[in-house]
């Protein structure tokens, strides 16, 4: 598979990705603000601006915009075309990606793909987003969900699948970490809270319900919502698809079937360090977690993420395009020794 | 719902002066003419939606606020009766046929020249003439591979030849996609009709390209090269690649090492043995031709000299498209072939010859003049349309570089009957692009891209100024 196109399809995913879960916190955090009454420009501030930390953009927003007001913040993350992160960002560079590699992906997937782009270049989006959010980011979630199951429905499981399949698990468990991360600052630097508050359970249940993840928590440990047991689920159960094992594995898997290297071994960098956190992932505790300290933890693991990104584009894509200067030296030297 | 229509003042293809349908046409204005105007509009709005979502578009250039557009498509067919699209194909396959004489000849011993057929002067400053590729031996002797050859009909419904485009030609994807769009629309009209099938020209491309692989290459890689995704034909280019299973590769795709082509994988280099580029020979490759081309592959030329890799069309083909050589075309068929063209050109002056010179000045105002290596429509003046600074433009600019520019006769367009708005229909002027691939043997898918002028009154038929398209039906019978 050529290497550009592999990585098209890479970003592809994790584009569509993005856009679904940013739909996620801004919708559960609109919903969040219904429960709360007489909040002063203060608390509101207190409630937004940490949403724009998770999304690791607060430079480009604090750019655009004064203050983290629930306008600005839904603006930036939703309709803004100057932030590269934001929904409508996310969907144009998916189809773009997947503009690139038509002829690689099935025929239906990239038709929902391009309805949802021409949608969301529509006066319509835009009304249907003021009378009501959450259905519109109803539709957002629905449309990536559709391209999810459309491509687990047609695509061929070839090389280009699992490229796509690495984006979509790495951009989730990124994702993942960071909306676990939105509540960091009521938290104790290190250790984990004695006591909860009702509205901070609502937060926190407001964190599970941005990944679709209330349903199976309650579940596990019915209606009482603990920070710890929180952080528990999301990082930790094998079970539930949005967490960061579960998308960790999901992503080693990837990496393998594109390798064919076994598991125990690795042939690059990105298997390596996929491995290496699986690993830790197995073989540590949340109570390890809260003695570190959640916001350090998780900044760190998306650090980790980070590296398992650029070591598969080293290994796979980066095959260092010459500058053109210097490639035609080589040509010369080469034509020049032929001649000689 | 052609009742208001006006046919006169123009040849028009399917209907007489009395406003009968041509025999060709009676089919079909029987199954159009049981549609109501609810139901034609509501075809023609589901058409448009679902071009729109498969992402049938074109980019346009300059264009911010909507890069891409839908390729208008108007749902009247034009019609080709069986025994007239026999005539035009013999055209066609003698004109290609010509034509790779004429460059086999120009780029070997140069008879034609000797000959005293065309004069040194046109070849050599001929801004297309790649004089690097004298004595060169392509592929199987074959240059233009696939070329899109532009044909009118004049006021006397005589078919003509307007251009050959013997470089990248584009549009065939269009061809296909009205075609799907009008099935869809009209299931039933096609087997009562009569239709011949376009859909093998995937098929007839990928065997053409197989076929001039460098030799002992038993199992061809096969590419399309693209400029990107910003280019105006991008669809195309995808499109094409995906009907024929190969690989769509952009310049920063390939590298060459020891004069071979490779294709840069998730495994690692791969070899390319033949290459369908759709990229102009100028940015082909930034060693050979323009050094800021970012678009080309550095070494590419030497890898195509070495042997080792295949391209079609082949590097030279753009002196057969200037319009300048497009004059010698009659004569070449005459010269190679012994024959007399079965499709004619459209009279020519010639603005370095004397006399030419002397009747295009003083008639400015009711010719068309060209400059003879520009296309899309552009670098161009309609005479009889022109405003008086139009037209001292082109007088200084002729007489300054008369090589550069030809003047043609104003034509005036067949039309056909093309659907305005709220279900009226005009009569609007057409042209016909057949498209011929050059390979084992000569084929053409039968029809090829109608293309409509939209503007009311206006003779320009290209997308980049506000032209449409039509599907084409070939029948198998003459009515």
């Known amino acids: 598979m050529l290497s550009r196109v592999a990585n098209c399809l890479y970003w592809m995913s994790r584009y569509i990705e993005r856009a679904e879960n940013i739909a996620r916190i801004v919708d559960v955090n609109l919903q969040l603000l219904l429960d709360f009454r007489n909040l002063d420009e203060q608390r509101l501030a207190e409630h937004w601006l940490p949403i724009v930390l998770a999304t690791g953009d607060e430079k480009q927003f604090f750019e655009l915009h004064k203050n983290a007001t629930g306008q600005a913040v839904t603006e930036f993350l939703v309709w803004q075309t100057d932030n590269p992160n934001s929904i409508i960002s996310s969907i144009y560079q998916a189809r ?174 990105a298997e390596k360090l996929a491995g290496r956190l699986i690993a830790e992932l197995q073989f540590s505790t949340i ?33 260092p395009f010459t500058n053109l200067e210097e490639e035609i030296m080589v040509q010369q030297e080469e034509q020049q020794q032929q001649s000689a | 719902m052609l009742q208001q229509y006006d046919p006169k003042g123009f ?32 075809k023609r709005q589901s058409v448009d939606l679902a071009f729109l979502r498969q992402g049938v578009t074109f980019n346009v250039y300059g264009d911010s606020a909507g890069t891409e557009k839908i390729f208008p498509f108007d749902l009247l067919p034009r ?17 290609i046929t010509a034509l790779n004489l004429f460059l086999h000849d120009i780029y070997h011993e140069q008879k034609i020249i000797k000959d005293g057929i065309i004069p040194p002067f046109y070849i050599l400053t001929g801004k297309h003439f790649r004089r690097e590729f004298v004595n060169f031996n392509v592929p199987k002797d074959i ?48 087997e009562q009709i009569g239709v011949r099938p376009v859909e093998h020209y995937p098929q007839e491309l990928l065997k053409m390209l197989q076929h001039i692989a460098p030799a002992g ?12 995704a910003y280019n105006s034909a991008y669809f195309e280019h995808t499109y094409l690649a995906r009907q024929m ?49 970012m678009l080309g592959v550095p070494g590419i030329v030497n890898a195509y000299r070495a042997g080792n890799v295949s391209l079609a069309n082949s590097i030279g083909t753009g002196i057969a498209d200037d319009k300048v050589m497009y004059y010698f075309v009659p004569r070449m068929i005459k010269y190679y072939l012994d024959q007399e063209p079965i499709i004619p050109n459209v009279p020519t002056y010639l603005a370095s010859e004397d006399a030419d010179k002397k009747y295009i000045l003083e008639n400015l105002t009711q010719l068309v003049v060209k400059a003879a290596n520009e296309s899309g429509g552009y670098g161009m003046l309609m005479g009889p349309k022109a405003t008086k600074e139009e037209i001292e433009k082109f007088r200084g600019a002729i007489e300054k570089d008369p090589r550069n ?31 011929i691939i050059y390979g084992e043997k000569i084929s053409i898918v039968p029809g090829g891209l109608t293309r409509v002028a939209l503007r009311k009154g206006s003779l320009v038929v290209n997308s980049s100024q506000g032209g449409g398209s039509k599907d084409t039906w070939v029948l198998y019978g003459d009515e």
């Not at chain 2, 293809?13 to 406003?19: A, V």
């Open chain 2, 405 to 435: 520019y030809v003047a043609q006769p104003m034509i005036s367009l067949s039309r056909h009957p093309t659907h305005i708005e709220n279900g009226t229909f005009e009569g609007r002027h057409v042209d016909l692009r057949p498209y």
């Open chain 1, 96 to 269: 773009e990606n997947a503009r690139m590699v038509r002829d690689q992906i099935p025929v239906e997937f990239w038709e929902e793909l391009n309805r949802l782009y021409w949608f969301m270049r529509t006066p319509q989006a835009r009304q249907s987003w003021k009378d009501s959010p959450t259905d519109f980011f109803q539709q957002i979630k629905g449309s990536s969900l559709l391209l999810v199951g459309l491509s687990r429905a047609t695509s061929i499981r070839n090389e280009g699948w699992y490229f796509a399949e690495a984006g979509k698990f790495l951009e989730r468990a990124d994702k993942t970490s960071r909306i676990l991360d939105v509540r960091h600052v009521t938290l104790p630097e290190k250790g984990a809270p004695v006591a909860v508050s009702q509205a901070e359970a609502l937060e926190w249940s407001a964190i599970l319900r941005s990944c679709s993840g209330w349903d199976a928590y309650k579940s596990i440990h019915g209606a009482e919502v603990h920070p710890k047991l929180v952080a528990e689920f999301l990082i930790y159960s094998d079970e539930f698809p949005r967490s960061v094992q579960f998308c960790v594995t999901g992503l080693n898997d990837a990496l393998r079937k594109i390798s064919k290297v076994p598991e125990g071994k690795f042939c690059n960098d």
């Open chain 2, 217 to 228: 290459v038993a199992d061809p890689t096969v590419a399309l090269l693209t400029p990107g």
């Open chain 2, 245 to 293: 299973g190969i690989e769509i590769v952009e310049g920063r795709d390939l590298l060459v090492r020891d004069a071979r082509v490779f294709m840069r994988t998730t495994k690692g280099l791969r070899p390319v043995h033949v290459i369908y580029r759709r990229i102009d020979d100028d940015f082909l490759d930034p060693t050979v031709f323009r050094r800021d081309s």
């Open chain 1, 287 to 319: 109570d390890e977690v809260f003695a570190q300290g959640l916001h350090a933890y998780l900044d760190l693991l998306q650090v980790k993420l980070n590296d398992i990104g650029g070591a598969m584009f080293n290994a796979y894509i980066f095959q």
């Open chain 2, 79 to 95: 019609i080709i009766s069986a025994k007239e699209w026999e005539g035009l194909e013999r055209g066609l396959v003698q004109r």
């Open chain 2, 143 to 190: 240059y233009i591979h696939v070329c899109g050859t532009d044909l009118i009909r004049g006021a006397d419904g005589g078919w003509m030849v307007l251009e050959d485009n013997g470089r990248c030609p584009s549009g065939v994807s269009y061809v296909l996609e009205n075609r799907r769009a009008m099935k869809r629309s009209f299931p039933a009209m096609f």
């Open chain 2, 11 to 42: 040849f028009d293809e399917m209907l007489d002066e009395r406003g009968d349908s041509r025999p060709h046409y009676r089919k079909f204005r029987q199954c159009f003419e049981g549609m109501t105007p609810d139901e034609f509009d509501h």
